[in-house]
């Protein structure tokens, strides 16, 4: 059976879901007000056969396919070039980064991006969503070989963020969390049981204003998603329809100092030592400026399983 690909939609004010081939979209029957809820009530093997009417893809408006009540978890530091060029060595890193973003930042794959008035330094993040298949109420042991019974499917995320507030203030979530700071979609791939493998082969590249800036591949992770969700579900609990963005490769804005120039910091005042790293964010000219405009895509080498493009212009605050 093969992946299914699926959009949350509006059309004539009303919200639906519907499965999207080359472009037409067949609307699924029935109202399913949460991520959760469709997640629960569909199956691929179904949705694989749906027919009926179609709508283009030009005629309609599309949402992102995870709503706001579902959360937002992420990965961070998880492909071993982005260590490197996030100050970290990485093989003496052996821990998962795990952080959150808030769920009002969730928006549309085709959404402006807002650049807070206060944030100087504006960062992309290409990443792979999975969605969350079932319930987690308790310790379990997640595998290759039972994945799928966990995961629904995969989105594109953007983790945009501040980084002059990420860094020197420590705040990852307060960084990237601004509103806007989320797009997510535009479709997303259901996935069967035989096509888990997929999540270790898909290819992520992001461009702004068309020059490529991160190109990688998921078989480049560093903690997979088995292995994440069996260290998630021994802290906490999730939902079916939760989003988790498993990290980012190279080529973001961010430069940090080696390990060795981050030990010569670390004499320094605080004050003296963030001086510096924000005079050398400034002589960085891949942070995003009102007018860019971001584009990512994942897809499968075979194009089995193609999420679409993400599109973002930046925009100033109001």
Partial sequence: MPAVHVVRFEHQNTVQWGVIRQGRITPIPGEFATTGDFIRQNSVEDLAQLKGSELAESEVKLLSPVTRNQQFVCQGANYRQHMIESGMDPDAKKFNMIFTKATSCLVAADSVLIKPRSVRFLDYEIELGLIMKRAISGAVSVTDSNLHEFIAGVVIVNDYSARDIQIPQMQFYKGKSFRTFGPVGPYLCLLGEKDMH???????????????????????????????????????????????????????ALSIPSPAKQKIAALMSEATKWKLFLKAQESRPQYLKVGDVVEARIRSADGAIDLGVQRNRVVGEA
Avoid at 219 to 237: C, F, I, K, R
Wanted: hydrophobic fraction near 35%; aromatic fraction near 4%.
């Fill in 198 to 252: 997929y999540l270790k082969a898909l290819q992520l590249r992001l461009t702004v204003n068309g020059q490529v800036r991160q190109d990688d591949s998921t078989a480049n992770l560093v903690y997979g998603p088995a292995e994440t969700l069996t260290e998630l579900s021994s802290v906490q609990d999730l939902d079916t329809g939760d989003l988790i963005a498993t990290g980012t490769p190279a080529g973001c």
